[in-house]
């Protein structure tokens, strides 16, 4: 595989490889900026990935990272994940569309080809408000499964002994977050993890039925705090935290209400740990708690955050749907951008300290 050029991260005082863990968020399509930062972090052999905590399209990153990682290391994981997202792509109603030439006269994202799309974005808006997929799709035909089982082997990733992974789902009948873990993950974990219920039929794992991740931990990271070693962690965020602009459009108002919901379990996770440092850094790190292994490691982490919040936001929470290569491929050039950005930036400072400021423990 093709290595880019790119700029270097600030210099390090040691060769020695820095352990982080990866907190990687769903967001449909837009996942593929994920595949951006995570195809420039493994070009950095001074980092070695301990453990990925991810739901939805961040799970789906995963598991092809773990794959790949077992099949041929760094560049083995580098070529299944840009396996699984051009099957994702070659799956798309637009494929031929957004790779002909009237895409490469146009540009990638020009609003001419993104019109073309809009229709067909609309009806499946409208359908999956009125209709449940029980209805509109009584076969539960998933397009997603034959991806994930045709790119990803997950023989592979139950073995794999190169970084941890903790895939998230929503129990359906009680709401709880439930974390897969890597010793027992299938193709149906990783769907149950994606099942929009608006679009799919819920995921029935061992009887229970469980609805996409994002609603209960989009990305949880409390098993990264509580089950690895590695003492930074980088958030993978997807979901704009801001908008400026208040939607007034029907559409609008549901994209931006769905931003919010999958965004919510993330900001109380962070806020939880923003409060357990508090406490801990209020009371001296009083023995009785600080002899507990989550309040050593809350206290021991450096945490950081990766997004592109101005640049994912100009595309709107519609265009998750949109899985044309020449779009998917746009996210990914943003994400390995900005990434890049990240490492020289912040790059010296991994394993230092932490460059992301939680946000208050409490509001109002």
């Known amino acids: 595989m093709t290595t880019r050029p790119r700029s270097q991260p600030a210099p390090r005082a040691t060769d020695q490889k820095l352990r982080i863990d990866l907190a990687l968020q769903g967001g449909g399509s837009h996942g593929a900026f994920t595949w951006g930062v995570l195809d420039r972090l493994l070009e950095e052999e001074w980092l070695e990935i301990a453990a990925v905590s991810g739901t939805s399209a961040g799970a789906m990153n995963a598991v092809a990272l773990a794959a790949g990682l077992m099949e041929g290391g760094r560049e083995g994981a580098r070529a299944?994940?840009?396996?699984?997202?051009?099957?994702?792509?070659?799956?798309?109603?637009?494929?031929?569309?957004?790779?002909?030439?009237?895409?490469?006269?146009?540009?990638?994202?020009?609003?001419?080809?993104?019109?073309?799309?809009?229709?067909?974005?609309?009806?499946?808006?409208?359908?999956?408000?009125?209709?449940?997929?029980?209805?509109?799709?009584?076969?539960?035909?998933?397009?997603?499964?034959?991806?994930?089982?045709?790119?990803?082997?997950?023989?592979?990733?139950?073995a794999c002994n190169r970084a941890q992974l903790f895939v998230a789902a929503t129990h359906v009948a009680t709401g709880d977050l439930r974390i897969f873990r890597q010793n027992e993950l299938t193709a149906d974990m990783v769907l149950a993890s994606a099942c929009l219920p608006l679009l799919f039929q819920a995921v029935e794992i061992?009887?229970?039925?469980?609805?996409?991740?994002?609603?209960?931990?989009?990305?949880?990271?409390?098993?990264?705090?509580?089950?690895?070693?590695?003492?930074?962690?980088?958030?993978?965020?997807?979901?704009?935290?801001?908008?400026?602009?208040?939607?007034?459009?029907?559409?609008?108002?549901?994209?931006?209400?769905?931003?919010?919901?999958?965004?919510?379990?993330?900001?109380?996770?962070?806020?939880?740990?923003?409060?357990?440092?508090?406490?801990?850094?209020?009371?001296?790190?009083?023995?009785?708690?600080?002899?507990?292994?989550?309040?050593?490691?809350?206290?021991?982490?450096?945490?950081?955050?990766?997004?592109?919040?101005?640049?994912?936001?100009?595309?709107?929470?519609?265009s998750k749907t949109q899985t044309g290569w020449a779009f998917l491929s746009q996210l990914h050039d943003i994400g390995r951008a900005t990434t890049d950005a990240w490492l020289r930036t912040n790059g010296q400072h991994l394993g230092q300290r932490s460059t992301f400021e939680l946000p208050p423990a409490y509001t109002g």
């Open 206 to 318: 061992d009887g229970e039925a469980y609805w996409d991740g994002g609603y209960a931990g989009n990305p949880s990271l409390l098993p990264l705090i509580s089950e690895t070693s590695a003492d930074d962690l980088l958030l993978v965020q997807i979901n704009p935290s801001r908008r400026e602009a208040v939607p007034t459009q029907a559409s609008d108002i549901l994209d931006r209400a769905s931003e919010v919901t999958f965004n919510a379990s993330l900001l109380k996770e962070l806020r939880t740990i923003g409060l357990l440092k508090e406490l801990l850094q209020e009371a001296g790190r009083p023995d009785s708690a600080y002899r507990r292994p989550l309040f050593q490691r809350v206290d021991d982490l450096r945490l950081h955050r990766l997004d592109a919040e101005v640049q994912l936001a100009q595309f709107g929470a519609a």
């Open 80 to 158: 299944c994940l840009r396996r699984f997202w051009k099957r994702v792509a070659d799956s798309s109603p637009f494929h031929a569309l957004a790779g002909g030439p009237m895409a490469q006269l146009f540009g990638l994202g020009h609003p001419w080809l993104q019109a073309l799309a809009a229709p067909w974005q609309n009806f499946a808006q409208l359908v999956g408000t009125q209709f449940s997929p029980y209805q509109f799709n009584p076969l539960n035909l998933n397009p997603l499964r034959d991806i994930l089982t045709d790119t990803v082997d997950f023989e592979r990733v139950r």
